[in-house]
């Protein structure tokens, strides 16, 4: 059983979303409800970055250069040094919803995911959101919207909505990039924790996040379970992402949501590992 090494100090109450920026070498993450970007750089030294919005969700690539981040409704365009921001979609206008985890499909669009800042069963949807400011309902309902991925070539889509204990996979149209035929692609029900966020690497494996369980498990092209990456002192472990210059370290956010100040005093620190695969790169937004 492997065990990540902490690499930063608690640097964030709710850490998500972490992505690594091939341009900066950095690795970029989000303090979830703190409305904030964080850059880390490969000494583990923090930098953070404030975002004009109540929660800042997720952090992506542009193709035009700088950034498009999720906010607690819409999206927000960023450069690249993080100071100045404009405004680009809304998606949704309920102050009980807010978006939450997504990612750049192969088209270039945003897909984000919403939720109720509750956890109300079936407030949330899943959205596609394209360079023309078009926004779109691809899956709903949802509860907690979470991981989203893409295969290698592009034609499968895997995704986790929390609640339900699975990794699910869509087809995926190559040219409107719609999701269909949804099916069970891992069955996580036995499995200590929720599943949250997750990365996949270059041979479709995913590896999955799992809140409350301390871990992040790794699963092969065909959902079987591969190996575990213990997290230490840090039980709510929120995401992943590879990178490096290689891509072949995996980062890992972690949480303190929720928990009293005298436990875990290391949950919100952010975690490392090399691994002996490397990830997949991570499409741009075409914005």
């Known amino acids: 059983m492997a065990r990540a090494e902490q690499l930063t100090a608690p640097c964030s109450y709710h850490g998500e979303g972490p992505f690594w920026d091939n341009y900066?070498?950095?690795?970029?993450?989000?303090?979830?409800?703190?409305?904030?970007?964080?850059?880390?750089d490969e000494h583990g030294r923090t930098e953070r970055h404030q975002v004009p919005s109540r929660a800042a969700t997720l952090i992506r690539r542009r193709r035009s250069g700088g950034f498009v981040i999720g906010t607690d409704h819409g999206i927000l365009l960023a450069d690249s040094e993080l100071s100045a921001f404009t405004p680009?979609?809304?998606?949704?206008?309920?102050?009980?919803?807010?978006?939450?985890?997504?990612?750049?499909?192969?088209?270039?669009?945003?897909?984000?995911?919403?939720?109720?800042?509750?956890?109300?069963?079936?407030?949330?949807?899943?959205?596609?959101?394209?360079?023309?400011?078009r926004s779109t309902v691809i899956l709903a309902p949802v509860s907690i919207s979470n991981g989203v991925q893409w295969?290698?070539?592009?034609?499968?889509?895997?995704?986790?909505?929390?609640?339900?204990?699975?990794?699910?996979?869509?087809?995926?149209?190559?040219?409107?990039?719609?999701?269909?035929?949804?099916?069970?692609?891992?069955?996580?029900?036995?499995?200590?924790?929720?599943p949250d966020g997750m990365t996949i690497d270059c041979d479709d494996g995913l590896w999955v996040a799992f809140w409350g369980g301390g871990a992040v498990l790794h699963f092969d092209e065909m959902g079987l379970l591969n190996e575990r990456i213990e997290v230490p002192g840090a039980s709510q472990v929120s995401s992943c992402t590879f990178g490096g210059r290689d891509l072949s370290t995996l980062f890992i956010t972690t949480s303190r949501q929720g928990l009293p100040s005298s436990v875990e005093p290391e949950a919100g620190a952010v975690f490392s590992i090399s691994t002996a695969t490397r990830g997949a790169v991570q499409a741009e937004f075409a914005g």
């Open 24 to 40: 900066s070498a950095r690795l970029m993450c989000v303090d979830v409800l703190a409305s904030a970007v964080i850059s880390i």
């Open 88 to 133: 680009f979609a809304d998606i949704v206008c309920d102050p009980s919803v807010r978006t939450n985890d997504g990612g750049c499909d192969p088209l270039g669009a945003l897909v984000i995911g919403t939720m109720a800042y509750d956890e109300t069963p079936g407030r949330g949807a899943v959205y596609r959101v394209t360079a023309d400011t």
């Open 151 to 194: 295969s290698a070539d592009g034609r499968r889509a895997f995704y986790i909505d929390s609640p339900t204990q699975r990794v699910d996979v869509f087809d995926v149209d190559s040219k409107t990039g719609e999701w269909s035929n949804r099916r069970t692609h891992i069955d996580l029900g036995n499995v200590e924790g929720i």
